[in-house]
């Protein structure tokens, strides 16, 4: 009787209602695979998320008991005094800039975040929601292969309905993939969080590297063809990381293995490193040792070695934003106006660092306020891991350590929705293990 009733907890209270169910799904997969320029401009861009957002909570405002049960849901989370502090920024970023998008923008975000926490826990379940956004990360794998091979990207060319920037993306004569989002870097962000998800074994609840071998290759492969020195350098820290948290069994497995992929790769280059395919796999290779060890290996490999200087000089100069005694730091100057200033000659325009981007946006608050958000997320997590020691918790940390990680680097880039899907699936996770401890506790289950 208790192991049937168990079964049944697992299964999400609200999971019959199918027009929300299904609303919840689209919200979860378009959230991953549509890219933000494809929707409907009325003024604004009506993107897949923002219309899923729409009918969700129009679905809430003609349910009351949904909507009052999402409310005390959402008064009650552990990030709502962050959120909320960065909120506030906003409002008054808005009114002193008249930037209505300053305010929207993060409302619209944060909604978001809430919408994907309630329905994940209570309509979707997070174990669907973990699956769902498994089966994405093999579309984008599959789909980023394609993409390099056709030198182009194929969102770009078939579902670019809204205005926007976005261009294909080449370095060093070879096409850079960047799958739904608008750069590479973005697509690349979104890798670093697929990696841990691909790592989940939710049936035995361990870390496990190669528990998707098939996939793990994919993404990977996917992470060499973004041409992201940063990516790949970060990618890699990463699966060291997922290495060490897995059990002792699974440790040594992932070492036998990562060593005999070594040895293949070290074959393929010695039988192929002339052609254009092993030059290509060693300018990745050499450019991430270039970066952290400042030698210039890459050029011998066809790497433009002056662009790739030229962009580590340039992020240098970026941190000096916060000196600039014309920039206010209290009131920042909203997501609308260009940005630009030149410093010791150096004309900046491309903010390639999401922190001093916040501080351009909405000053000092802004970007305290987000950082103390994402110190919340790591302290839950954290705790989360340490007391219910499950997969999920470990992975998201490491993959929310990870993104937060390489933004020093760059901007968002439209990218926090992704991160966003992570950590609402394990917030969803920690409120229905609180509740089965709960009802163990009463002896109701």
């Known amino acids: ?34 890219p933000q320029y494809f929707g409907i401009h009325i003024g604004y861009d009506l993107t897949c ?39 506030f920024v906003s409002i008054y970023t808005m009114v002193c800039r008249v930037d209505i998008n300053a305010f929207f923008l993060v409302f619209l ?55 926007n920037s976005v261009a294909n993306s080449y370095r060093s004569g ?15 962000l979104l890798l670093l969080l697929f990696i841990a998800l691909a790592c989940m074994d939710i049936e035995k609840d361990e870390v496990y590297l190669f528990k998707r071998p098939f996939l793990i290759g994919l993404l990977y492969v996917n992470v060499f063809l973004t041409g992201s020195r940063s990516t790949l350098g970060i990618a890699l820290i990463e699966m060291l990381l997922i290495v060490l948290i897995s059990g002792a069994k699974n440790i040594k497995k992932s070492c036998i293995i990562i060593f005999f992929l070594l ?29 952290f060890l400042g030698t210039s290996y890459s050029g011998i490999f066809g790497a433009d070695t002056t662009t790739l200087d030229n962009s580590e000089e340039y992020r240098k100069y970026l941190p000096r934003i916060f000196q600039l005694d014309w920039l206010n730091p209290w ?45 919340a997320a790591i302290v839950f997590l954290i705790r989360a891991a340490w007391k219910y020691h499950s ?26 929705k992704f991160e966003y899907v992570l950590l609402a699936i394990a917030c969803a996770c920690y409120m229905w293990k609180e509740q089965m401890m709960k009802c163990d506790n009463e002896q109701l289950c």
């Open 263 to 291: 040895v293949a790769l070290g074959g393929f280059l010695l039988l192929f490193g002339r052609t254009g395919i092993g030059r290509y796999v060693m300018m990745q290779i050499t450019s991430v040792m270039d970066q």
């Open 331 to 375: 009131i920042g100057r909203g997501v609308s106006r260009v940005f630009s200033a030149q410093i010791d000659g150096i004309y900046i325009k491309s903010i390639d660092n999401f922190y001093v981007s916040q501080y351009i946006k909405y000053g000092y608050p802004g970007m305290i306020a987000y950082i103390l958000f994402i110190v």
């Open 1 to 34: 009787m208790r192991e049937q009733s168990a079964y049944v907890a697992e299964e999400p209270e609200l999971r019959n209602l199918k027009v929300l169910f299904s609303l919840m799904v689209f919200l979860i997969i378009t959230d991953f695979v549509m």
């Open 391 to 416: 997969c999920v918790f470990k992975l998201v940390l490491i993959a929310t350590v990870c993104y937060f990680f390489n933004l020093w680097w760059l901007d968002a880039l439209q990218t926090l």
């Open 174 to 188: 070879f096409y850079r993939i960047m799958g739904p989002c608008g750069h590479a870097l973005g697509y690349g």
């Open 109 to 163: 975000e944060i909604l978001t975040f809430y919408i994907l926490v309630y329905g994940i826990r209570y309509i979707v379940g997070w174990k669907r929601a973990i699956k769902l956004s498994i089966g994405c990360a093999y579309f984008l794998g599959i789909y980023g292969l394609i993409e390099f091979f056709c030198g182009q990207s194929i969102f770009l060319k078939f579902f670019s309905t809204v205005p």
């Open 49 to 87: 998320t923002r219309l899923a957002d729409l009918l969700i909570v129009l679905y809430m405002f003609l349910n009351r008991k949904i909507l009052t049960h999402f409310g005390d849901m959402v008064i009650h989370h552990i990030f709502i005094i962050p959120f909320a502090i960065y909120l």
